[in-house]
């Protein structure tokens, strides 16, 4: 029997930690989660969306055998005195199985 796989993998994200104060040094924020699919193997990347438009860092993320991940990245503390809100960060975990089925988790950082 063939199996067929028709279903995009399961992917899961959380930052530790979501929010930081402004200050001169980056923050350190660890991304973690895990990335299962119930057929194929998988491979799977990240990249940082800032919402400022400033090229962030992308790359491969190392799931293990369990399926879960982690990884730490350094990202700048800075916020204008004009933005209320805080700089926000959205740290984006992909996923694509042999299939080619796809799925994405996020996570964010704001900056305070």
């Given at each position: 029997?063939?199996?067929?796989?028709?279903?995009?993998?399961?992917?899961?994200?959380?930052?530790?930690?979501?929010?930081?104060?402004?200050?001169?040094?980056?923050?350190?924020?660890?991304?973690?989660?895990?990335v299962t699919d119930a057929v194929s193997a998988i491979s799977s990347s990240f990249n940082?969306?800032?919402?400022?438009?400033?090229?962030?860092?992308?790359?491969?993320?190392?799931?293990?055998?369990?399926?879960?991940?982690?990884?730490?990245?350094?990202?700048?503390?800075?916020?204008?005195?004009?933005?209320?809100?805080?700089?926000?960060?959205?740290?984006?975990?992909?996923?694509?199985?042999?299939?080619?089925?796809?799925?994405?988790?996020?996570?964010?950082?704001?900056?305070?």
């Amino acid at each position: 029997m063939v199996k067929i796989d028709t279903d995009a993998p399961l992917v899961t994200a959380a930052a530790n930690p979501s929010t930081a104060p402004k200050g001169p040094k980056p923050v350190n924020v660890t991304i973690s989660g895990s990335v299962t699919d119930a057929v194929s193997a998988i491979s799977s990347s990240f990249n940082v969306i800032d919402e400022y438009g400033t090229m962030q860092p992308s790359g491969p993320v190392a799931v293990q055998p369990n399926g879960s991940y982690s990884f730490t990245l350094a990202l700048p503390a800075n916020r204008p005195g004009n933005d209320r809100d805080g700089h926000l960060y959205t740290i984006v975990v992909r996923a694509v199985d042999q299939a080619g089925n796809s799925a994405t988790a996020t996570a964010t950082l704001r900056i305070n």
